[in-house]
């Protein structure tokens, strides 16, 4: 009952979040009709013309927007996603910088290094696998990532849509 | 044949052409008209102007014209990425590096790949869930409309101006070597088609044109690689034996290509060009456009995922195409002038390496690839510049939000134009200048106002406006003023003496980067205002609508 009673709140919050936004940010795109609901729900100025657009438009708006950003912040999966998300993307700048830099300096201070042949008698010489696996690691760092990402982050994306909206 | 591209160009030839009848009336390496890649050329043309007569029958609201509706597929996206991003300069330019240079050629393209990560770990989705049709919708999510609109509309067109000057230039001397024709043609034949493109199809027609171009790209490029790479039995190994041994001799091979050389030899120069090349990719605007173009943060993150596997396969075929053209072309009679230098530059060793494996037809093809190469490139910046002048200027800055669509779509029309007639006009003016700066400059300049100002605001909660706008301004002035006092210009432009210039470097992204985010950082906590304060309250609610897309563009229509 509770939750249900959540769930309607929420709806609602998101009914009115969403309308926000839109007449915030669209309303060029926004029909007639849609502009006198607008104003129906008693906005004084047109938000277009407020210098706080998306956080001072009115009060009421600005409390409904707050207890949905906390009920979602409240949300302990939504910290689970954020934690486990921003780590996961950091983790793997630092990976891409780390390989490309490490690349970069060896260039700089040991080319000889990479100059030397993959193996006796060869032309070929290890600096070109080397340089052709930062590419290919790259991409393999992007499917990843997005492997990841179309799993667990959207996961407990869902989820937390689920039971916050 | 002649006449057909002079009769399409006419009207633009008259305004464009008279204050600079005379610098162009010298066409210096003009050869004889070639025919079947005027043909192919024409064939493209006839297709990406059928593709924008499709396109503008469904162009009809503003999310139509900035984002094609945001209707883009991951994939599609992906390959419209690649489009936008492998110019002509970097097929011709890093096969040309490698053709002279040898083992360099990859250093230097790893670096034009690695922000592509970094950009899916960081911008992509993020971008997505909090923008609408530019960047600067981001950067004023929470932040102030005028200054911050300013700023980011600043950064644009800095970047879209400088960046098509170079695209123009490139462009008018590869069309008059290609296809014979006059440089002041070719310029305003590419100036025509790309008003046509983006102020007729808007997005919806600079997408497919990209996306077809990419395609035609990588698979001309695959096709050139697999006829070099059988000309070696298909192993790299004889391809690299041959190659040693052409720049040396049979006794002696030549060692010093498959190793580095000349290109990375100061260490910090090396960390400054990766700066310039990662964030700048990062802080190019016509990319980060693009990520408005799909329907949600998931098909965002596609999008680059495919785009990094294009780009990436790509320089790796220009590397064997490079390579393979030491082979084909260094000691090759038919491609050198009378001093044995490769005939007209480095620069077209792909493209005569595809007439040596493939004959005419080849390069015919080749040739009408890197000029749709080149359309969709600028097609591409321009409507990023327009939209940054009807988006962020016109409706947001002097109409403070009460354009209605229409007259925002009817502004990014007109500043269509007037970008393509400014854009013909400096490419012609820079006919005979000296341009090797300008890519540089637009790195340095992307990665030091656009992309530190979209970070900042995307991650860090303490931002204000006037942190950003004082930062960002920073990175704009330091990175020009060092650019300008850095050896090409103050040297090799401005006439010092060789070792004068007051920043010894060429790469100001390692200076000019770190003092913007400097700047953004001291002068954000220093500020104590109401408004301040605001902004910091409304990073929560930004934040929860980045994590989770709620809220976000196109996430409430369906």
Known sequence: MVKATRILCACVFFARLTDHKRTCRELAILEQGARTVRFAHGSRQAPANSRYPHSSTTHGKLTMQQDLVHAIKSNPKYHELVSKRSSFGWFMAILMLVIYYGFILIIAYAPSFLAQPVAAGWTMTIGIPIGVGVILAAFALTGIFIHRANTVFDELSNQIKEEVL | MRLLPVTLATPLLLLASSAFAQQAAAPAVQKTLNIPAIVMFLTFVAVTLGITYWAAQRTKTAKDFYAAGGSLTGLQNGFAIAGDYMSAASFLGIAGLVYTAGFDGLIYSVGWLVGWPLIMFMIAE????????????????????????????????VVVILYLIGQMVGAGKLIQTLFGLDYTYAVVIIGALMITYVMFGGMIATSWVQIIKAGLLLGGATLIAILCLWHFGFSPEEMFKQATIVRGSAEAPNLKIMGPGTLVTSPIDAISLGMALMFGTAGLPHILMRFFTVPDAKQARRSVFYATGFIGYFYILTFIIGFSAIVF??????????AGKILNGSNMAAIHTSAFVGGPYMLGFISAVAFATILAVVSGLTLAGA??????????????????????????????????????????????????FLVGLTFAVAASTNFPILFMSIFW???????????????????????????????????????????????????????????????????????????????EAQDVRCQTGIGAEGATSH
């Open chain 2, 329 to 338: 072309i260094t000691k090759n009679p038919d491609y050198l002038d009378a």
């Open chain 2, 126 to 157: 993020q971008l997505k869930n909090l923008g609408k049709f530019t960047f600067a919708d981001v950067v004023t999510y929470r932040l102030q409309r005028v200054p911050m609109r300013t700023l980011a509309a600043t950064g644009t067109m």
């Open chain 2, 387 to 436: 939209s940054a002048i009807s988006h962020d200027l016109y409706a947001n800055v002097f109409a403070h939000g009460r354009a209605n669509e229409q007259q925002e779509v009817f502004v990014s029309k007109m500043s269509t134009i007037g970008l393509g007639i400014i854009a013909v006009l400096l490419g012609i003016a820079f006919e005979n200048q000296n341009i090797a």
């Open chain 2, 461 to 539: 909660s303490k931002l204000t406006t006037r942190g950003a706008v004082i930062g960002g301004a920073i990175g704009l002035i330091t990175a020009v003023v060092l650019v300008v006092i850095g050896p090409t210009v103050w040297e090799e432009i401005l006439g010092y003496p060789k070792g004068s210039a007051l920043y010894p470097s060429k790469y100001p992204a390692i200076i000019s980067v770190t003092a913007a985010f400097l700047g953004i950082w001291i002068f954000s906590l220093l500020d104590s205002s109401e408004q301040a304060k605001r902004e910091h309250a409304a990073y």
